[in-house]
């Protein structure tokens, strides 16, 4: 930023069940020399043990209800910089974007403004809407928070802020500052993620958008808007099956696919061969190397729980190069030591949250790799990885090599068939997460196989197929050699 601006920005992230995140963008931007503080606007149940900064230039503050508006107010209480910029967590801020901030408010006439929008280079049929967002910005005069709002301090006070309601905050206070003075749409577009377009079709929600835009300009209530737009509606499944039957492989996939069948030596490249033609790798990422077990037959060297955690940046760039290797739906397994376990002991639940939330945003599908003893005993954890994470796929490793599960000491356990409960603890706890939240989460049975308990293996199938519950909550039974180098 223009070191002779007189515009001192104080950032203002508003957050609920992505504090991590929040946080891991308040660290990366609090040592600018014009960013005069960044405020973490979340949640008081989420933002709980997460406030420990490594700079004075960093805040929080929280409301006892989620409401973004809400938040914002009090986030810009807390302000003292010339300038508020209203970040979301899921845009891409950049330097050109201050400087063109700094640049835009040397005409003390402008009151405020915000950034065109721009969606991931990573998904080119989204490029329409980038145009026709832009000549919706410039022909109605409405911009959105993901474009990153900016408001002069002084003037956010004299119009009141954000209106205490629970959707269209943003429209509202935009209409107010065209009202009340000049204001200013800026390049360079801001990214912001592409997860809702992709996930629901692009027509669908821009022509969803607009008609809330319309009937909140005609008078109808937020609060019944906001009932209308959170209200749980059925899935559509056949067009869900249709769209497959019409895409049945995006561009960039089938280019991945084409390359990596390429690169095989030709004795590789034959009929049975499903690398090239199905998938390119087995993606997975190192999420830590710490597990609570004392397994022998485990691929963890005796020295794993001594291994650092590595940072949320430094696991987000796995998930970056697993991205670029394998495309759109690439498998995603979020492995290492027990990375559930890890995270949760080490008071690092929120960041695994995110990894998971932000695996599904660039495109991948990720599965949970554990033992799951911590997940047993702390279900609201699991919960939390389903509802904010988004998690859908988990695989539970259960068998008798394991050491360490509570109440199953190894030395009492003779068979598989003593380890029912604990396979059966697991279904019910599912069970239990699909009815109160309505996620269709299902488990993959992992099973290490020796030769203390191979003849144990058809009791373990016996079990799966005795109850249709589950076989529709364990979708897969994988057994494996054991490893024996731990």
Sequence with gaps: MNKNSNSIVSLIVPCWKDSAAAFALAEKWAPHPLIHAVIVAGVKSDLNGA????????KSCATEKPGRGLQMNLGAQLATGDVLLFHHVDSILTEAHLLSLAEALRDPDRVGGAFYRKFDERHPRLRWLEKFERWHSLAFGTIYGDQSVFVRRNHFSRIGGFAP???????????RLRRSGKIVLLDPPMQTSPQKQIEQGAWKVTLR?????ILFRAGISADR???????????NRWRARWNAFRNPIEAEKARI???????LPPELQTPNQISGRHLTHCGFILGASYCSFYCTHCYLPKDANRVPMPSLADVKEQIDANRRFQGPGGGLQITGGDVADAYWRSGRADELVEIIRYA??????????THGQTLLEQPQFLERLVVEGGLRQMSVHIDMTQAGRHGYPIGRIKSETDLHPVREAFTQLAHDIRQRTGAPLEYALTFTATQNNIDSLPDVIRWYLADPERTRIWRMLSFQPEADTG
Excluded at 209 to 213: G, T
Excluded at 225 to 235: C, M, N, Q
């Design 51 to 58: 406030c420990k900064f490594s700079s004075a230039k960093i």
């Design 165 to 175: 309601i629970p959707l269209m905050e943003d429209v509202d206070l935009s209409r």
């Design 209 to 213: 958008n607009l008609l809330f835009l």
């Design 225 to 235: 808007l906001h009932h209308w737009y959170y209200a749980r509606k059925p899935r």
């Design 257 to 263: 696919l084409r390359e990596r069948w390429n690169s």
């Design 360 to 369: 599904y945003q660039v495109g991948l599908v990720p599965m949970l790799m």
